[in-house]
């Protein structure tokens, strides 16, 4: 297999965002909305809820969005969701997406 590359080597610390109290409230009320394997929806993609794991793991991402900007999405949803204790992750399947080739756990 080739060399793993994880998001931060291959984008670089995308985002110096700090959360606000409101974004850590809204983090919050909608992991108690969604019930465990439910989805959320957003402009970058669509994320799968285990609330058991407290995890967040992203599915599908938008085809149409920028690395770039899909990067930054994904950076504060990552940053935001780990202040209230969770984990934000991206499936195989979404590093397939946009052309990653060799990608395992240990990169996600």
């Known amino acids: 297999m080739g ?7 291959k984008w670089g610390e995308v985002t110096n965002y700090a ?3 409101s974004d850590l409230r ?3 009320e909608l992991v108690d909305l969604l019930k465990d394997g439910g989805i959320w929806g957003c402009d970058w993609g669509i994320y799968r809820i ?7 793991e992203m599915e599908t991402v938008n085809p149409l969005m920028a690395a770039g900007e899909f990067a930054e999405n994904h ?4 940053k935001a969701f780990g202040m209230i204790g969770w984990e934000v992750s991206i ?5 397939k997406q946009r052309g990653e080739k060799d990608v395992d756990e240990e990169t996600l």
Do not use: G, H, I
């Open 75 to 78: 950076a504060r949803t990552v």
């Open 91 to 95: 499936s195989k399947e979404v590093w």
């Open 3 to 9: 060399d793993k590359t994880s998001q931060k080597e």
């Open 26 to 28: 809204w983090c919050r």
């Open 19 to 21: 959360p606000t109290e």
């Open 50 to 56: 285990y609330k058991k794991d407290k995890k967040l």
